[in-house]
C-alpha cells in the first residue's frame, strides 16, 4: 500500500479479499490502515508470522490475506515463501501480491516536501541558506535545462527538471521559516493555481479561444488587470541576459505600438544560422576591440526601455488632452 494515499483508500480489489479471507494478520500493531478495516467490521490479528506458518493458515483451502508493516514489502516472509515454493517438498498455496492502493499522480511531490524539510532541518549547509545564497544556482538550472534540451537528451532533461524543481521546494522550505511573514509550498502552488485558472476562462470559464493567439491575447489582457502596470516594460526582468532583455523590451513595445529601436543599416540575416553567425562576429569583434558587448547591450536596452517608458507617458498625456489638442493643430 502508498503511504503517499490516505489511509482507508483502498483499491476495491484490496477491500474484497480483506472482508472475504478467512484470517487477516498484520505485524504491525500501529499500521495505520488498522482503525479503519476494524471501522469496516475486518477482525485483524497482530501477529508476525514466518512463510511457513503463513502456508501452514492456508490448509483447508482458507484464504490468509497479510499485511506487511510500513504499508511495505516484508522480505523475511517472501523470501522464506520462495525457498519453500522452491524446495518441491511444500505443497504450497496459490500466492498472489495485491496492490492495496496506487499513487495520484504528484504524489512523489509529497516525498519531496518531506526530504526537503528534513534537509532544512538537519543538514548544517542547507539549514542556513538564505534566498540570495541560492539565487545563482537558480540561474545555473535553468541554463543546464535550457542546454538538455537544445541537445535533445531527453534523460538529461529529466535530470535538470529535478534540479530546477528542486529549487523551487528549497527557496519553499526557506520561506517557511521566516519568523514574520512565512509561506510554504502549499501557498507557492495555491498561488500558482489559481493564476492558472484566472489566466484560462477558455478552459475553466466561459470564454473561447481557438488559436494560440487568441490563447495569448487572454493570458496577456487578464495579467495587465492583474499586475495594474503602468508600462509594459514592467516586470521584463533586468538581470536576464542582455540579449534576451533587448528582445523582451522590443516585442513588449512592438505590441503594444510603440517606437521600435532603430532598424539596422543593413538587411536582416535570412534565418536565424545566419542571424547567430552575425550577432558572433560582432560579438567578437567587439571583444577584440577591448569592448565587452554584453555590457554595451545591457545598457543600450536600459536607455530603450526609459525612452520606452517615455513615449508611454507622452501617449497618455495627448489622449488624456483628447479632441482638443486636435482642434488647436487643425487652426
Known amino acids: ?166 529549487q523551487v521546494a528549497f527557496h519553499a522550505a526557506i520561506a517557511a521559516d521566516d519568523p514574520e511573514d512565512p509561506y510554504d509550498i502549499d501557498d507557492v502552488a495555491a498561488g500558482l493555481i489559481t493564476k492558472l485558472v484566472h489566466r484560462h476562462p477558455h478552459v475553466f470559464g466561459d470564454e473561447t479561444a481557438h488559436t494560440p493567439q487568441e490563447v495569448r491575447e487572454i493570458w496577456m489582457r487578464r495579467k495587465h488587470a492583474e499586475k495594474g502596470r503602468e508600462s509594459v516594460t514592467e516586470g521584463v526582468p533586468l538581470a536576464q541576459p542582455a540579449l534576451a532583455l533587448a528582445a523582451k523590451l522590443a516585442a513588449r513595445a512592438g505590441a503594444a505600438r510603440l517606437p521600435l529601436p532603430a532598424a539596422p543599416e543593413g538587411p536582416v540575416p535570412d534565418g536565424e544560422e545566419a542571424l547567430g553567425a552575425q550577432l558572433l562576429a560582432l560579438a567578437a569583434a567587439a571583444q577584440a576591440a577591448g569592448l565587452d558587448p554584453e555590457r554595451a547591450l545591457r545598457e543600450a536596452a536600459r536607455r530603450y526601455r526609459a525612452a520606452t517608458q517615455e513615449a508611454e507617458t507622452a501617449r497618455a498625456a495627448q489622449e488624456a488632452a483628447g479632441p482638443r489638442d486636435r482642434t488647436a493643430e487643425s487652426g
Not at 482507508?8 to 487477516?24: E, F, I, K, T
Not at 477482525?43 to 490448509?59: I, K, W
Not at 510500513?70 to 517438498?89: C, F, I, K, P, Q
Not at 540570495?132 to 531527453?154: H, K, N, Q, S, T
Open 1 to 166: 500500500m502508498s503511504h503517499r494515499v490516505a489511509p482507508g483508500l483502498l483499491s476495491w480489489p484490496a477491500w474484497q479479499v480483506l472482508r472475504a479471507a478467512d484470517r487477516v494478520l498484520c505485524a504491525d500493531p500501529e499500521h495505520p490502515q488498522l482503525p479503519y478495516l476494524r471501522q469496516a467490521g475486518i477482525a485483524v490479528e497482530t501477529a508476525t508470522p514466518t512463510g511457513q506458518q503463513l502456508v501452514d493458515a492456508t490448509a483447508g483451502g482458507r484464504t490468509v490475506a497479510y499485511l506487511p508493516p510500513d504499508a511495505g514489502a516484508d522480505r523475511a516472509v517472501t523470501d522464506e515463501l520462495a525457498r519453500l515454493g522452491g524446495s518441491g517438498r511444500v505443497a504450497m498455496p496459490e500466492l498472489e501480491l495485491l496492490p492495496g492502493s496506487y499513487d495520484l499522480p504528484g504524489a512523489r511531490l509529497l516525498d519531496l516536501v518531506q526530504v526537503m524539510d528534513r534537509i532544512r532541518a538537519e543538514c548544517p549547509w542547507s539549514s542556513v541558506r538564505t534566498h540570495e545564497d541560492l539565487a545563482p544556482y537558480a540561474v545555473e538550472e535553468v541554463y543546464e535545462l535550457v542546454e538538455a534540451i537544445e541537445e535533445g537528451d531527453r534523460t538529461a532533461v529529466r535530470e535538470e527538471l529535478g534540479d530546477v524543481l528542486l
